[in-house]
T-cell receptor, first 116, second 114 residues
Framework: GAVVSQHPSRVICKSGTSVKIECRSL??????MFWYRQFPKKSLMLMAT?????????EQGVEKDKFLINHASLTLSTLTVTSAHPEDSSFYIC????????????FGPGTRLTVL | AQSVTQPDIHITVSEGASLELRCNYS??????LFWYVQSPGQGLQLLLK??????LVQGIKGFEAEFKRSQSSFNLRKPSVHWSDAAEYFC????????????FGAGTRLAVHP
């Protein structure tokens, strides 16, 4: 149980295009999901908190117009990288917090984004 | 501000040897502390967590960690390492924004020699 999937696992796109990454909780509902960015050989950095039915909360320094987050249902959150540039290339990881527990969050396997 | 330091970027041990991965945190109040393991192609998996109570925490896969407030440390240990333990290990502290908002250390990559 408590599986989180991400799609796609890997994406390559041209500079200036937009890319959507999906995060799904497969066997539980999640009012809250989180989006992290992981740079090579570096830590995970929290980008934003995705709340079902309301606007996402972004961490300081994260451009909300650049990284659009939609949490349309209790099992799906999407991250859209708009007008992607090579510096947006990174490993994006989501996690989901099962509704009602708040004691543990479960992580997706990540999405490798490469912007040419 | 809260922060987590993992001093060792890369550690190599022999299979069967003991392991200790270091983690130091900076946090004003009683911290919520976590250790996660990341294997290629898989999501981060929680090994163990400390919220309160007994400072020696037992986790999955034979791991344990000890919270030492005086040293601001939460080191991860395993008495006998298996080849399958080779992975990236992350220590994390929950931020003041909520115990599900995590601040991660830079990670320690563990290699296991046969």
């Amino acid at each position: 149980g408590a599986v989180v999937s991400q799609h796609p696992s890997r994406v390559i796109c041209k500079s200036g295009t937009s890319v959507k990454i999906e995060c799904r909780s497969l066997d539980f509902q999640a009012t809250t999901m989180f989006w992290y960015r992981q740079f090579p050989k570096k830590s995970l950095m929290l980008m934003a908190t995705s709340n079902e039915g309301s606007k996402a909360t972004y961490e300081q320094g994260v451009e909300k117009d650049k990284f659009l987050i939609n949490h349309a249902s209790l099992t799906l959150s999407t991250l859209t990288v708009t007008s992607a540039h090579p510096e947006d290339s990174s490993f994006y990881i989501c996690s989901a917090d099962p509704t009602g527990t708040q004691n543990e969050q479960f992580f997706g396997p990540g999405t490798r984004l490469t912007v040419l | 501000a809260q922060s987590v330091t993992q001093p060792d970027i890369h550690i190599t041990v022999s299979e069967g040897a003991s392991l200790e991965l270091r983690c130091n945190y900076s946090y004003g109040a009683t911290p919520y502390l976590f250790w996660y393991v990341q294997s290629p192609g898989q999501g981060l998996q929680l090994l163990l967590k400390y919220f309160s109570g007994d400072t020696l925490v037992q986790g999955i896969k034979g791991f344990e960690a000890e919270f030492k407030r005086s040293q601001s440390s939460f080191n991860l240990r395993k008495p006998s390492v298996h080849w399958s333990d080779a992975a990236e290990y992350f220590c994390a502290v929950a931020s003041s924004g909520g115990y599900n908002k995590l601040i991660f250390g830079a990670g320690t990559r563990l290699a296991v020699h046969p």
